[in-house]
């Protein structure tokens, strides 16, 4: 095997090995990438053994290369971290809280190896950067909950959402004449079917106390009336109430908890449990954007309580940025639109709706990221995590 060697070194140690890498700039994607190469190449070693062949002189040579680069950019991602600037999910662990299959076909691949002068090399360099995914796992763990978020809705632009608003709109054709309550049904109908999908299977299993808490009747009624319900429901449904909460007919998910529940096991999903968590975050959005639509015609409460507090002492002052060719009834439906979003929805989804308003002329938004943020808030959005300015500039006027 000492040619073997001999054309490594030759093309690997002589070359890259002792280069400084400076013709690969560090990315967050192009670090992704490498890390998802590295665990390629060690899988690939289990499956073709062949140590001779001149395919594995190139993987041996890909191995120490690659892993030299991401034990070189590791380090600038932790830094960005520990500032909140950007996360990641990647492939490998240091195996404390995933899988160490990487780490052990890692230690087959260094072992035949043992008795060549790149031996000691690779041995060093997994050490190095089994402690730099450590360090990233212990300094994510710690980071602001908002990054979770963050990320939840940075990989959900990776997703094609047509499927979804396809299936949405052709429920609103056959549907005739669309309610509250048979959005309720699709909802439920749309939970069952992404919790049957596995969303939650990598979830912890629920403790007994969260188990006597699941009651099913409320979604079971608005199932069809031979869905199936089985012990494994019960237990991904009381997986699923960890991540939700209702305000009035909407359902939140806390995207701080369930974007660090996607990004933990991001490379442990199937494709199919993906798919169905991004699916079902398009459809809730999609259900929940009609319920707004639909709320203000089924009852006029509000629309009576705000005409009563036009000519109060109290007088709510009207949404500052109404489009100015917008009739006065057109615009206090707007302002009851834009206080509903700004109290049910995340930012991106703030800033989602409010460019689509503008696109129709409902509302005029101004270059100020931060005079909008500043009339958000008056409206009632929340100023906590998750929430604030600058958070809030990183989405704003960009879809």
Not at 122 to 131: H, I, Q, T, V, W
């Amino acid at each position: 095997m000492n040619t073997t060697i001999d054309e490594i070194e030759g093309s690997q140690l002589g070359a890259a090995l002792t280069a400084d890498f400076a013709a690969t700039p560090y990315s967050l994607t192009g670090l992704s990438s490498f890390i998802s190469d590295l665990n390629y190449i060690v899988s690939n070693h289990e499956e073709n053994p062949t140590h001779h062949s001149k395919t594995w002189v190139i993987c041996v040579s890909s191995l120490t290369w690659i892993m030299g680069l991401v034990n070189k950019h590791l380090p600038i991602y932790i830094n960005d971290l520990k500032q909140g600037k950007s996360i990641e999910a990647f492939e490998i662990s240091s195996g404390q809280y995933r899988s160490e299959k990487f780490w052990e076909l890692f230690d087959k691949v260094c072992e035949d190896l043992r008795d060549e002068p790149i031996y000691q090399y690779l041995k060093d360099n997994g050490k190095k950067l089994k402690a730099l995914l450590a360090e990233a796992e212990i300094t994510m763990h710690n980071c602001d909950p908002a990054i979770f978020e963050e990320f939840f809705f940075y990989k959900k632009k990776d997703f094609c959402e047509f499927k979804v608003k396809r299936e949405f709109n052709e429920w609103l054709s056959e549907c005739h004449m669309p309610s509250i309550l048979k959005l309720k049904e699709l909802r439920a109908q749309a939970i069952a079917d992404a919790l049957n999908r596995g969303i939650f299977d990598l979830s912890p299993t629920p403790s007994q106390r969260e188990m006597d808490e699941v009651t099913l009747d409320p979604i079971i009624q608005l199932l069809p009336y031979n869905f199936e319900l089985t012990e494994e429901f019960k237990v991904a449904f009381a997986k699923f109430k960890r991540f939700v909460k209702m305000e009035g007919p909407i359902l939140k998910f806390n995207y701080k908890s369930y974007g660090k529940y996607v990004l933990t096991h991001f490379y442990d999903f199937n494709v199919a449990q993906i798919g169905a968590i991004f699916d079902l975050d398009v459809m809730l959005f999609l259900i929940h954007q009609e319920m707004e639509r639909l709320e203000p015609e089924q009852t006029q409460k509000l629309s009576l309580s705000s005409a009563a507090a036009a000519t109060s002492d109290q007088e709510e002052e009207l949404f500052h940025f109404i489009h100015p060719e917008i009739e006065e009834d057109e615009a206090w439906h707007i302002h009851r639109v834009v206080k509903r979003l700004v109290a049910h929805h995340a930012i991106r989804d703030i800033c989602r709706f409010l460019n689509k308003m503008a696109s129709e002329k409902k509302i005029l938004l101004p270059q100020s990221a931060e005079k909008t943020y500043i009339e958000l808030r008056r409206m009632g959005m929340p100023d906590g995590e998750g929430f604030g300015e600058k958070y809030f500039m990183r989405y704003y006027n960009k879809e």
